[in-house]
Every structure is written in structure tokens, then in C-alpha cells.
């Protein structure tokens, strides 16, 4: 064999194992391929779930905050019929000359409202101006013992309290219910 001839069977050879290997390599990297796509589909899987998980997050977030409101707003109501019962319990105070019983009342009328203020955050500022403004004034005639002192001021704070009724839209019942009680008030003590 010459010298071209074994040069030629070389590069023969070498082509030969290049395709070989180029094969090989091709097939590897092919496989890798598919492992990497599928790892991606996987990804893409998980990925979704976690949005779905997040979705469901949320909705359940969602659900809790309406379930909170409604409590708070029942809680709301509540606080305040229990207003109303505490105003009705001061006049009759004041009308009979319980003034122990006036002052335990206002303390109580007080710490009710200062709950509804904290359920109530859109009307928290005007209950507490509320609070500022009559609380302190109904302490003062319970103090002074004086039953037309404190009538006066019991039906300014009653008042105050229909204003602020039909100022926030409040329902007609709950004016009903305190101009009954200022009406049953009245027929008792008269």
C-alpha cells in the first residue's frame, strides 16, 4: 500500500468514526433534549398548580374578609341596639334619681360605642366625636344630680344620637326604636 493510499484510509477512517460519533453525540444530545423538554413540561405543570393554589388562596382570602365584615357589621348592630338600650336605662335613671346607676350606665354607654367605633371604621371618627362631645357632658349632670340638669342633657345626647342616625343613611327602624323609647320614657316618668 502507498503512501496516498494510507493517507486516504485514514481520512476514511477518521470520516467514519466522525459520523460515528457525530451519531452518537447527535443521539445524546437528542436525549438530553428530551429530558430537559420534558423537565420544562413538569415546570409548567408545577407552575400551574401554583397558580391555581394561588387562585384558591385568594378566593379563600376573599371568602374570610366578606365572613369578617358581616361579623363585623352584625357585631355593629348589636352594639349599637345596645346603645340604644343604654340610653333608655340613663333616661329612666335620671328620671328616678339613680344616679349611681346613670353613672354606671354612661360608662358602659361609652365603652359600647368605642367597640362599634373600632368595627366601624368609616364611622369611627364621628362616633368619637360623639363620645368627645356627650359622654363627658352626661358624666358631668349624673355628677351634679340635678334631674332637670340631666334631662336637658340626655335629650341633646338622644337627639345628637337621631341626627347621626339619619345622617349615615341608618334605617328607619332604628329612629323608630329610639323615638319609642324617648316616647315610653315620657308616658312612665309623667
Known amino acids: 500500500m502507498d503512501k496516498e493510499n494510507r493517507i486516504i484510509l485514514v481520512v476514511i477512517a477518521a ?13 445524546k444530545t437528542s436525549q438530553e433534549t428530551r429530558e430537559v423538554s420534558s423537565d420544562i413540561k413538569t415546570l409548567e405543570t408545577a407552575v400551574k398548580a401554583i397558580g391555581v393554589s394561588i387562585n384558591n388562596v ?22 349599637m ?6 340610653m333608655l336605662s340613663l333616661d329612666y335613671a335620671g328620671k328616678f334619681a339613680k344616679w349611681d346607676t346613670a353613672k354606671i350606665e354612661i360608662d358602659e354607654l361609652d365603652k359600647t360605642l368605642q367597640d ?24 358631668d349632670a349624673a ?45 312612665l316618668s309623667g
Not at 58 to 79: P, Q, Y
Not at 81 to 86: I, L, V
Not at 152 to 179: D, F, M, Q
Open 15 to 27: 470520516l467514519v468514526v466522525g459520523v460515528f460519533a457525530g451519531v452518537s453525540l447527535t443521539q
Open 81 to 86: 341596639q345596645e346603645n340604644g338600650r343604654r
Open 116 to 139: 362599634a367605633a373600632i368595627l366601624d371604621s368609616q364611622r369611627a371618627p364621628t362616633i368619637q366625636d360623639f363620645r368627645n362631645t356627650y359622654i363627658p357632658k352626661l358624666k
Open 143 to 187: 355628677s351634679k344630680k340635678d334631674a332637670r340638669n340631666f334631662e336637658s342633657v340626655w335629650t341633646e345626647t338622644y337627639n345628637a344620637c337621631i341626627g347621626c342616625h339619619k345622617g349615615t343613611g341608618s334605617p328607619p327602624s332604628a329612629i323608630e326604636t329610639l323615638r319609642e323609647i324617648s316616647s315610653e320614657v315620657e308616658q
Open 58 to 79: 385568594d378566593s379563600s382570602i376573599k371568602t374570610v374578609k366578606t365572613s369578617l365584615e358581616e361579623s363585623n357589621r352584625a357585631s355593629f348592630r348589636r352594639d
